[in-house]
């Protein structure tokens, strides 16, 4: 039984790259064809990759290891939290900020400030502060939420990342490669693969296409905590061909850019 049929990447658009113009010749392995300008990206090595994504991440899980979510651009914010939040893992979904892995002390005491003004509040603090220096504090504590609050729990470095679009998330592979942090991404035709350990060809601009790959890591995440397995019917002979009929009736407006 596969983790993921082919009907359901070709339902959320996961085969559609980048235009032609705008491709990394690193990902032509992983380049089907090109269609009205379109890369179409190999479904059948997308499938494969997902699995060994998929078995990486929950062996991780299994040895205990955390994993931080990573995906800052709109497309991908709500899922990225969402499944997150769902496998019990770290999130950043707002910007990366600089040494959130590699100046992990600093980030950590901006961490304590956050549990420091919560607890403030809680205490009934604020209502004997001035009102303006309440408006102060609360401002800062909901810029800390905003930008700590998928980390905040986070004791540790992760035992892995998961990125969507490592273009876009430059800063957050240059600090795990310094630390020897393996990363798992969604990766887009544009993308370099050469800068990520368990590249997932794929659509990383289409939201339905993000919600459905990042959906599958947090499964593997919780499979590897609780032993639950989680599999999909397959469609058993997809050949090109019949990968190619699909092709020809998906809208390809998912992602033109």
């Known amino acids: 039984m596969a983790l993921i049929s082919m009907k359901q990447l070709l339902e959320a658009g996961v085969h559609f790259g980048h235009q032609t ?3 990394n ?6 380049i089907f064809t090109e269609r009205n ?3 179409i990206i190999d479904l059948q090595k997308t499938v494969k990759k997902i699995e060994e994504a998929y078995n990486f991440l929950k062996q991780l899980a299994e040895e205990g290891k955390d994993v931080l979510f990573v995906g800052t651009k709109k497309q991908a914010q709500e899922s990225v939290e969402s499944e997150a939040k769902r496998a019990g893992v770290f999130y950043v979904n707002q910007r990366w ?3 959130t892995l590699t100046n992990f002390k600093t980030i950590s005491k901006s961490i304590e400030k956050l549990y420091k003004l919560e607890k403030m509040e809680e205490d009934g603090v604020f209502d004997v ?3 303006k220096e309440v408006i102060k504090l609360k401002s800062e504590r909901d810029k800390l939420e905003k930008f700590l609050g998928g980390i905040r729990d986070m004791k540790d470095l992760p035992g892995a990342l998961f990125i969507i679009d490592p273009k876009k998330e430059k800063n957050a592979i240059s600090e795990a490669k310094k630390l020897g942090i393996p990363v798992v991404a969604i990766v887009d035709t544009n993308c370099d693969p050469d800068e990520v350990d368990y590249v997932i060809p794929g659509n990383d601009d289409a939201i339905r296409a993000v919600k459905l790959l990042t959906s599958k890591m947090a499964d593997a995440i919780i499979e590897g905590r609780q032993g639950e397995q989680f599999e999909d019917q397959t469609i058993e002979d997809n050949s090109k061909n019949e ?3 699909e092709i020809e009736i998906e809208n390809q407006e998912n992602n033109v850019d």
């Open 21 to 23: 113009r705008r491709w």
């Open 25 to 30: 010749p690193k990902m032509a392995e992983y």
């Open 37 to 39: 300008g379109i890369y």
């Open 97 to 99: 900020l600089g040494g």
């Open 129 to 131: 502060l001035p009102k």
């Open 243 to 245: 990968i190619m009929k």
